[in-house]
């Protein structure tokens, strides 16, 4: 079991041995945050600057949340109040930071690619805590830790991604890290909001929630952003719910057991039902919170470990 | 007076299509004899067996005169052509300001004159500031010298206004060259729609943002009688309008870059900006479709789109960066690909570099023939390098080329019969 990558960019270099490396630590950084025993010193002496280009709160709170828990000096950078608005370009913003040294760098930018870019300047470990519609790694991470948790295993599983996976980040590392995990994936959204060539991903694509559903083990929910509800990909919000949006009904396709996942922040009543969303039988929403802090934990430590590794050498 | 004799050089033919070993005589800026004894007094050079073909014409290149020297100037652009074996250099409007008065005009022409090295002759915009409201004084850019009239890469959106223009010019017999995308379609987008732009999570356009744009313009020459040149046609889908468009008689020809010759979408790979350009690179299956026309002569011209970038509009998230990459020095050996490859001859790709751009320009050159301007390459298409992008001769070393192997030197490169590049002992 071996985890190499210096940087954690994106799920589409992982090789499978480490994506299970991760998940093996994960997990147990999962059970000694509910036991307390947390160790305190893995990232003492080390600093992780979040660096976030597009507002998130949640995603912050939970790289900060993981840093602080395995001791490394936390700071917080907003980006969208700073220099950048002053003309500095990514790169000498980049290298601005590089000089001050830090050690784990995590980065959410608007753009696809931006981390990847960044992560070419610099010497500390990168974090891909989201680029543009690129990928959105410690977020499939997150989620293949829940599903393993609540399903016992993480393939032949028939999983699927439903809402605007044109847009998604999360959908693009879910269905690249499941792939490579061997789970039968389905992809269900509206034509406007499915991506063009989606087919030779190698999942299956559905235009009908309902045909997509049938006997899958688990349901992941994607977020419909505002922006896109109005008449320009979708006719209006009353539309997508009764056609895409989660309700008992619908759910009802799906496996008896199936689990229904969702990366938050939700939009209740346009793609998810509330009592659906509420529902502890079903969903797994909140595991999901829980699993992103073990899993950002156990990325940041074995990163880490390789920068400490490649220092030392 | 200078008088020069080739022996022992592989003449290029793109009239006759021949590739023969032969002599040819140069004298006063003019070619004077082929396959005929050296005269005395003449400065012999033997090519010892290299090729000897009509310098190449460019149509599309940008000279960032006026408006952004530092990423290229007539003096470098005209190094850079004469490395690259390019003869004349037909230059875009698209400048800060455009061309688009004969004082702008007037401008690039002096400037032209007292710093390169090559002919240079100048477009003009086809409206006002490329704002496609109002036509150009069309008529007074073209006796002050503008060869055709183009928005470049910004496209008239309004029929009216372009229609007027395209009836205007035709009366004056002037060129115009459209740029074939569908610019509502098309906006936002950097690469080409598809499982990579999916994949990498870019905002890509349909490639049928061609074939529309290309089926509203040829509509327009049927109603005008404009002469019109697709400036790049990349996708197998426009090629059936295109050549139904020339079977029905249609003034139009048609051009390709040549990256989308050589390159195809995956090239971009984890975000190269070199590898960003307008239109975006395509799908493998359109490159193919592309060169089978270019072929068959459905498409007439090869062209650089030589497009000058600074390091700092390149180092950016790709969706930020500027489109475009140099390719005056690479259009050559890149374009010796596709003859290496057996995909077109020699004398064939003269025909898309050097003869069908004269033709359309009306331009004497082009041909290897008596009484024609001795604008001339001696190149060793054989000869291996792997380029450095450090090397080149623009001011802005924007190449997707960099690091790659390719074979095909110029070894000489003549303008109105006197050496400009490489040395006495090629």
């Known amino acids: ?19 299970t490396t991760l998940l093996d630590l994960a997990d147990t950084y999962a059970e000694a945050n509910r036991a307390g025993t947390v160790p305190r010193d893995r990232l003492a002496g080390l600093t992780q600057i979040n660096m976030f280009f597009e507002n998130s709160t949640r995603t912050q709170a939970s ?78 991470l997150l989620d293949a830790l829940t599903i393993r948790r609540a399903k016992g295993r993480l393939h032949r599983l028939s999983i699927a991604i439903c809402g605007d996976i044109a847009h998604s980040r999360v959908a693009r590392s879910n269905i690249m890290l499941l792939g490579k995990m061997e789970n039968r994936i389905r992809l269900i959204a509206p034509p406007t909001l499915m991506p063009t060539g989606i087919a030779d991903f190698g999942a299956e694509v559905f235009t009908d929630m309902r045909k997509g559903l049938e006997g899958v083990d688990v349901v992941m929910m994607l977020r419909l952003q505002k922006e896109r509800m109005d008449g320009g990909f979708i006719p209006s919000e009353r539309e997508y719910f009764h056609r895409y949006g989660l309700d008992a009904e619908k759910l009802g396709h799906a496996k008896p057991d199936a689990i229904v996942m969702h990366p938050g922040p939700m939009n209740r009543g346009v793609e998810i039902d509330g009592t659906i969303a509420d529902d ?4 797994v929403i909140q595991t999901q919170v829980e699993m992103g802090v073990a899993v950002r934990m156990a990325a940041m430590d074995l990163l880490a470990q390789n920068l400490r590794a490649a220092r030392a050498a | 007076m200078t008088l020069t004799h080739f022996t022992n050089a592989t003449l290029i ?85 455009a061309i688009d008065t004969p004082e702008t005009l007037e401008f690039v022409a002096r400037r032209a004159a007292a710093d390169a090295q090559v002919h240079v002759l100048p477009m003009a915009a086809l409206t006002k500031g490329r704002m496609g409201q109002e036509m150009t004084e069309i008529g007074l850019l073209l006796d002050g010298g503008a060869v055709a009239f183009s928005d470049c890469d910004r496209v008239v959106t309004n029929t009216k206004v372009y229609a007027r223009a395209l009836t205007y010019a035709a009366s004056l017999d002037a060129l115009v060259i459209g740029h074939v995308q569908d610019p509502v379609l098309s906006d936002g987008a950097s690469v080409t729609s598809g499982k990579f732009a999916s994949l990498r999570g870019l905002s890509g356009v349909s490639p049928m943002a061609e074939r529309m744009a290309l089926d509203r313009d040829i509509a327009l020459l049927e109603m005008t009688g404009a002469k019109y040149h697709a400036d790049q046609i990349t996708t197998a889908r426009a090629l059936p309008a295109l050549e139904r468009a020339k079977r029905n008689g249609l003034d139009i020809t048609a051009g390709v870059s040549i990256h989308h010759l050589t390159l195809n979408d995956l090239d971009v790979a984890d975000y190269r900006t070199f590898f960003k350009l307008k239109p975006p690179l395509r799908s ?70 050097s003869l069908n751009p004269a033709r359309r320009l009306g331009l004497d050159a082009g041909r290897l023939r008596i009484g024609a301007p001795a604008d001339l390459i001696l190149f060793d298409p054989h000869m291996p390098f792997q380029l450095d992008r450090s090397t080149l001769l623009s001011k802005s070393k924007n190449t997707p080329f960099d690091g790659a192997r390719l074979q095909g030197r110029v070894l000489g490169t003549w303008v109105d019969g006197t050496r400009i590049f490489g040395g006495v002992d090629a």
């Open chain 1, 1 to 19: 079991m071996t985890f190499r990558a210096r940087h954690l960019l994106g799920i589409e270099h992982l090789h499978p041995t480490e994506i």
């Open chain 1, 63 to 140: 790289f900060e949340m993981a840093g602080k828990k395995l001791g490394a000096d936390v700071m917080n950078m907003s980006m969208q109040t700073s220099s950048v608005k002053k003309g500095e370009t990514l790169i000498d913003t980049a290298l601005t930071l590089n000089a001050m040294h830090p050690d784990l760098l995590v980065v959410r930018h608007p753009s696809s690619g931006a981390v990847d870019l960044l992560a070419q300047k610099v010497n500390c470990a990168v974090l891909n805590a989201g680029d543009g519609r690129h990928e959105h790694p410690t977020q499939a």
């Open chain 1, 280 to 283: 502890i039988n079903r969903s």
């Open chain 2, 13 to 97: 033919d793109p009239v006759a299509l021949t590739e023969e070993t032969g002599s040819l005589t140069i004298r006063d800026g003019l070619i004077i004899a082929i396959d005929g004894a050296a005269p005395k007094d003449a400065q012999v050079i033997d090519a010892g067996g290299a090729c000897l073909a009509p310098g190449i014409i460019d149509i599309g290149v940008k000279v960032s005169e006026p408006g952004e020297r530092h990423k290229e100037s007539f003096r470098s652009a005209g190094r850079a052509a004469a490395a690259g074996g390019v003869t004349t250099i037909v230059t875009r409007p698209d400048t800060l300001p």
């Open chain 2, 284 to 353: 493998e299956d359109d490159r193919r479709a592309v060169i089978a026309a270019l072929a068959e002569g459905l498409i007439d011209i090869i062209s650089s789109m030589h497009t000058p970038q600074d390091e700092e509009s390149k180092r950016l998230p790709f969706e930020d960066a500027a489109s475009g990459a140099v390719g005056l020095e690479t259009l050559l050996p890149a374009a010796l690909r596709l003859v290496h490859e057996d995909q077109i001859s020699l004398p064939r790709l003269f025909r898309a570099m």
